[in-house]
């Protein structure tokens, strides 16, 4: 098993996502609503797995399968559904890499998502505790995958939930 790499903020993640949001917009054209920067990579100070998690957001779901298409021919790695009606492809570079997931327009899970990372744009104290939390389970968990995202689970529930509270 490989170590979990949780890494200091780095200010070049937000240029990394807009040549990737570049790229990917050109690929899918006008069958795409938006294109996001999610995860820990999004929240400017917070650490996070030197990787970009975006999402983009196609206007129907109807063009998912040809969406999925284009992305596997565009040299991304296919990792399929991820059990929430959103499929996942990542592409890896020297130091960093790309998470993307496709999904439709009134996806719960990116939805949530959306959520969570405007919550700790908006709390850094929320975004302090969730970087100590993510360190603290990396040192932890020993290379278990499981374990870490596991144990995640309650902060990111917890913390969607305050953050629908505010809509």
Do not use: C, Q
């Given at each position: 098993m490989r170590a979990i790499k949780?890494?200091?903020y780095d200010p070049?993640?937000?240029?990394?996502?807009?040549?990737?949001?570049?790229?990917v917009s050109a690929l899918l054209g006008d069958r795409l609503l938006s294109i996001d920067h999610i995860?820990?990579?999004?929240?400017?100070?917070?650490?996070?797995k030197p990787k970009i998690d975006l999402a983009a957001v196609m206007i129907s779901d109807a063009f998912l399968p040809a969406a999925i298409e284009i992305m596997l021919a565009?040299?991304?790695v296919f990792h399929g559904d991820t059990g929430e009606q959103r499929w996942a492809f990542t592409r890896d570079h020297d130091g960093y890499g790309f998470r993307l997931y496709l999904c439709?327009?009134?996806?719960?899970?990116?939805?949530?998502?959306i959520l969570f990372r405007?919550?700790?744009?908006?709390?850094?104290?929320r975004a302090r505790a969730y970087a100590d939390?993510?360190?603290?389970?990396a040192a932890e968990a020993d290379?278990?995958?499981?374990?870490y995202t596991g144990g995640k689970t309650e902060f990111v529930s917890e913390t969607v939930r305050l953050a629908a509270l505010r809509m």
């Open positions: 949780v890494v200091d070049s993640w937000p240029r990394l996502f807009a040549e990737i949001n570049t790229e995860g820990s990579t999004s929240v400017p100070g917070l650490p996070a565009a040299d991304f439709g327009p009134n996806n719960r899970a990116h939805r949530d998502r405007d919550y700790l744009r908006d709390h850094p104290e939390l993510k360190r603290r389970l290379g278990d995958w499981d374990f």
